[in-house]
């Protein structure tokens, strides 16, 4: 971290800002020019807040030169992190589609659509039950129901299973779940990601729409904080000013994670887009990107789908997007 | 709300369409011009999800035309909420400056805050216990210790108190909290929501950072179908391309939420620019487009503070601030 | 256009409201439900101002139904536009590498390039002169003096060529320009649009940074309004909260542009992520999404060049992506 | 401008980039610490490419201390702008209020309007003439013919006109125009700027809808570069996710600005907003925000204004807001 004074700082207050900083643990390297004066900061500033020391009258102001994530950190951490989700593996080369639908309503129906997706190459059934919706009318989801709806489509199919939790107090209902989802709007609930971090499950952690890539990497750096290193990032969509796709899926930040951490990460093309005829280009475009996963919805009739209709896909279309995928990933491993 | 069909709708869909909607209640007036048809949907709609109609293949679109949120809607209660906070009233013409600490440090620090603040013109008192940080290796608040030592400050001054809960979990230790804040990246949280739904107490609801004026109503609206009508809204500041300072400070959103609701609305200029000497500005603007209260960062050495220093005023200035803002409302009175 | 009425509109200025549509050339189709009524206007309604109308007392809501872009529209104009630059097509299944250096510093510079860049399989030569600089003292471009050296790499390779245009005083300066560039801070300078509307050489347009799709697209109607049909559309990403790359780029633009429009859509990575080495991943990335020309700022020397640095990448660097890219669209025609 | 450099600098590109710094007059301070070392650069960095340097293999950042403007910059300049408009004076204390309609349309609306604005107080008639407008179907403004009808309006009135320029070539037409406004999408058409740094007369710089307040003074910059000192920012509100408004007012760049640069700051709530009824409430705002003057636009009747109709206010609405304002400014200055 660099500290750039303001020119002719106060003494004393200079002084109180090098004691502050010692009792941090952190060595000072003054080095004085003639109109400036520039602390750098040596040892362990990850948890040195920045805009404190940057509040200061004597100070213009703190560049860190270090990223605030450790475990997430690829500079820590060179080789790429390859998490198990039952008998799948994502990353360091593994890469898995996700597929299933917005949310379960029935065992026919879930039953039938990991049937579906399997013949077409899933690795992973996805399927909401705890479902986050702006309005307290709208279908809030089967909820516990729906955990054992999801686990009878696993015990059927063999397929590991996702499915989104929304307070830590549904944990104990997660116990046969394969891999948990913070979903976007929780991606900053540092109590939930704190809990998730002491289980030893794989956490798909979704991108925040409105947060940062480097907030993404503070977020699955709680989880990693308490013990807990399966997670996989997943970039969603942001919400930008842009309205003829729900969010602004940004496929950019897929080679950035993976310059910045070693953990994997898939993209979410389904609710990015909110357009199901955009599914199809967008997964080929996030593998293009090199991510290690693309999770899909997938429904067996989504004009009767009871949430998020307009981007899903049929299995036939499903099977014609994982066939596609699969010569597009051959092709660029050439 | 009102369905554009596309031009020459296939017969079969629309019958589909239209079976659908009559089993959710709603009657169906058709009005067919040359090149479209039309239809008017009356009944309750509040709980139709519009993103599903406007999926099927025989839809251009779909338009809301009453706001799904009922309970929260000036419309359906035209008179302005007042929330008692304690012995403070908030709304309806009634003003409230709410002042404290980012965090809670020490009972002399927040006990002599309080006194200073109380001094100076501030109804309700507020201090940081469970904060919500970015980094895991940050301050993470006092917690429980630091709910005994606002209880200690509201004993010593009688200051009805506020403070932010971060999980359902931590609710017990809310019993003599007089307002609870759920943050800005909990406003979509809504586990915590509906549970809150369920006390009470009044609740101080941020707007999330990223999140619109109806998407803050929504949130209103799950704590409120549950029972609890005393919610203050909170205009914070929304995330742009401007670095300038934190947040975008929206302060159209104040007489846009009284104009869509008969909540109170309260402005925090210091989270949404995060720096000190705006907060004089900013407080005297958000006056002076009519919110019903502010909410200011005050500390009494904000250099030294855990958190959020740089937007932090002294006692002294707030002492100023509330006096500028005092005659100001008189004038706007008249 | 459908317009929705309050309730119980007033009789006087609906009266009003419906002459003055009838005097816009449009029939009016009024369907009455209980509680709204609802009028469909038939006719040319691109020129109908919706704000205007959505300001009437009377007015809820207004939905425009069919987009007001007529020439640039897919509807009236289902097949693909093909471009034709010099001897190169883009568009309707033909693709183009546009590539060269950000500035033209000197002859020497841009005859090497040129020439590599054709040798890798760059089909347009791109060259910056007239440069649109945030800072009055940056580098401006060598202007009249670069477009000469443009035209003597063009003579020397045979490469068509494309540079930008800031003003329309300069355009005399292009009789020998192959395709006219619209930079993203140009496009919605009217004035300069309208003027080459009335030329006959193709214009590549440049997404704004912070203009909607459907922005875009009115912005090449204004071009062919004046009768040139010859627009090239190009994303070249957002800017939003996200800094970790200079602007995001916005993948999904490119299905959703060719699916409103038949113009050919190409993209730019280089600019989009500032980031020199993202400019494979989206190079590829952007391919996949279906986009029919991908330009990349190629320099041989970027740690010396004299503007955008950072995301130019050399020669060698270029000719691997060019052969990559070239694998992929192979691979993507099956 | 600070550039801190990776761990262990290849030494010959390290020296590469100290020549090349020196060759750009810079004198470099290095000062080297365990892990890393830093460069002070000393001298005109205004002109030094930022990118370019952080585009290094051996750079890990590069920091701004000095803001790169210089004729806008409050540091060496410390004294109020005050801008003379005819016999209306605007900044170091002095407010005007700038009224009229979007469009002009004719003799008898424009002059009506400018009798009425002037005698609610007006210091300043606005009235459009080259519209830029979305749409090329949508009326264009009066052009040539608008200028005519506004000097008229001025020579009745005596009030100063201001009117926008849309291309250079429009000038001789604004000889007797008091102020040239420049409109948020021409922000950065730098051509233009850079002609009327070499004109005199005021300039109204409306800050681009995605453009930050560096930006908005980078662009102040371009006028005074030329000569030009008579330069009045203005807030017209920022492109954001928020769509209840037009656009999101940025009321906090108010005193943003006026810490960073000495020239004075209008806003104009009605484009901001784009909503008559909040054109009041946030002209006060804008006021208690210490702006030196507020932009309004009036119609005599809104709903059959050519244009821009939702956000014009009516003559005696005019009245009253003036008349507040008029008891706003007199309150603050106590």
């Given amino acids: 971290?660099?500290?750039?004074?303001?020119?002719?700082?106060?003494?004393?207050?200079?002084?109180?800002?090098?004691?502050?900083?010692?009792?941090?643990?952190?060595?000072?390297?003054?080095?004085?020019?003639?109109?400036?004066?520039?602390?750098?900061?040596?040892?362990?500033?990850?948890?040195?807040?920045?805009?404190?020391?940057?509040?200061?009258?004597i100070v213009e102001d703190v560049v860190r030169i270090q990223d605030p994530f450790k475990s997430a950190n690829r500079k820590f951490h060179p080789l790429d992190t390859v998490v198990e989700v039952g008998n799948a593996k994502i990353g360091g080369g593994n890469f898995a589609l996700i597929a299933g639908p917005c949310s379960i309503e029935s065992e026919a129906q879930i039953i039938s659509i990991a049937e579906e997706v399997k013949k077409s190459g899933a690795a992973i059934l996805r399927g909401g039950v705890f479902k986050p919706r702006t309005s307290p009318?709208?279908?809030?989801?089967?909820?516990?129901?729906?955990?054992?709806l999801l686990l009878?489509?696993?015990?059927?199919?063999?397929?590991?299973?996702?499915?989104?939790?929304?307070?830590?107090?549904?944990?104990?209902l997660f116990a046969d779940i394969d891999l948990i989802q913070v979903g976007a709007r929780n991606m900053q609930n540092f109590e939930l990601l704190k809990q998730l971090g002491h289980c030893q499950k794989p956490i798909l952690l979704k991108r925040g729409f409105a947060s940062t890539i480097k907030e993404l990497l503070m977020s699955a750096e709680y989880i990693m904080a308490g013990g807990n290193n399966n997670v996989i990032l997943c970039e969603r969509g942001i919400r930008t000013f842009e309205t003829a796709t729900r969010n602004t899926l940004d496929l950019a930040a897929v080679p950035m994670l993976?310059?910045?951490s070693h953990l994997p990460v898939v993209v979410d093309p389904s609710h990015a887009t909110g357009i199901a005829r955009l599914v199809e280009p967008m997964t080929m475009a996030a593998i293009a990107s090199?991510?290690?996963?693309?999770?899909?919805?997938?429904?067996?009739?989504?004009?009767?789908?009871?949430?998020?209709?307009?981007?899903?896909i049929l299995p036939e279309q499903f099977d014609a997007i994982s066939r596609r995928a699969a010569i597009l990933r051959e092709t660029l491993k050439k």
């Fill in 1 to 57: 971290m660099v500290v750039i004074l303001k020119e002719n700082p106060d003494p004393r207050q200079l002084d109180n800002l090098t004691k502050w900083l010692q009792s941090q643990n952190l060595q000072i390297h003054t080095s004085s020019g003639v109109h400036q004066t520039i602390l750098g900061l040596v040892g362990d500033t990850s948890c040195v807040d920045m805009d404190l020391i940057r509040a200061l009258d």
């Fill in 258 to 260: 993976h310059s910045l």
């Fill in 137 to 148: 009318y709208a279908f809030q989801g089967l909820r516990a129901e729906g955990i054992k």
């Fill in 152 to 172: 009878e489509a696993k015990k059927e199919t063999q397929l590991p299973v996702v499915t989104e939790i929304m307070d830590i107090s549904q944990l104990d």
């Fill in 290 to 312: 090199g991510c290690d996963g693309v999770m899909i919805e997938v429904h067996n009739d989504p004009a009767h789908a009871l949430c998020d209709g307009p981007q899903s």
